[in-house]
């Protein structure tokens, strides 16, 4: 059974800072990875996605890496902002349409 | 753009009720998908749907029954509500595989 991990569970930064983000799983047979941002009392907005034969992505201020055999993504915030604040989770797809969710990250970013 | 469109956006019902959750998303997407919100729990999926008339279960499908008539909609029926079923419901919705999921802002459901 498909194990997503996210540790830590929250992290408090100043502004300014270059953030990585972990995310684990367990059976590397997957089709894409994803992460997602969720801002409080709304959906998920994704943020990248990682197909299986690739090895990163990037948009903008964000980076996401992919090492599939080791079971790790990495995603990577640089210059961290205030408007940055939000809850970031990853998932998995597999041989299903279902996604398996990690339990997501609490980031605040201070002033 | 719409996007996925979720309704209502918050429900009260008490245990025994029968209600509908609305989902529609005008992207033309085949896949779509409902996903239920709890803490400590994260997201789980209830059932999901790969294309008019067909319909699976996810991981968690007891209590929810869903159909799929029209590319567009996706609405998942709650036969008698439990308070077990006090949630956030999301609604998802993708194109081809490798695309990224679209969610609706949620139906923050309580059951009393």
């Known amino acids: 059974k498909q194990e997503v991990t996210q540790i830590p569970a929250a992290l408090s930064v100043p502004e300014g800072e270059n953030l990585v983000l972990n995310c684990s799983f367990t059976?590397?047979?997957?089709?894409?990875l994803q992460w997602f941002r969720q801002d409080p009392g709304k959906g998920l907005t994704s943020l990248l996605l990682?197909?299986?034969?690739?090895r990163e992505q990037t948009s903008g201020r964000l980076n996401a890496s992919l090492d599939k055999s080791s079971g790790r993504s990495t995603l990577y915030i640089a210059a961290s902002q205030p408007g940055d604040s939000a809850t970031y989770l990853c998932a998995v797809q597999g041989g299903s349409e279902k996604l398996v969710f990690g339990k997501g990250m609490k980031l605040t970013v201070n002033p | 753009n719409a996007g996925v469109t979720q309704t209502p956006k918050f429900q009260v019902l008490k245990t025994g009720q029968s209600m509908t959750l609305q989902c529609a998303q005008d992207?033309?997407?085949?896949?779509m998908s409902w996903y239920r919100q709890d803490p400590g729990m994260g997201l789980r999926l209830i059932h999901y749907s790969v294309g008019a008339g067909i319909t699976d279960q996810g991981e968690v499908p007891n209590g929810y029954n869903v159909s799929r008539s029209t590319t567009e909609d996706f609405p998942l029926r709650l036969l008698s509500a439990a308070p077990s079923q006090t949630s956030v419901y999301f609604c998802?919705?993708?194109?081809?595989?490798?695309?990224?999921?679209?969610f609706g802002d949620g139906t923050r459901l309580s059951i009393l």
């Open positions: 059976d590397s047979a997957i089709y894409n």
């Open positions: 990682i197909q299986s034969s690739q």
């Open positions: 992207m033309n997407h085949e896949y």
């Open positions: 998802a919705s993708r194109g081809q595989l490798n695309q990224p999921q679209h």
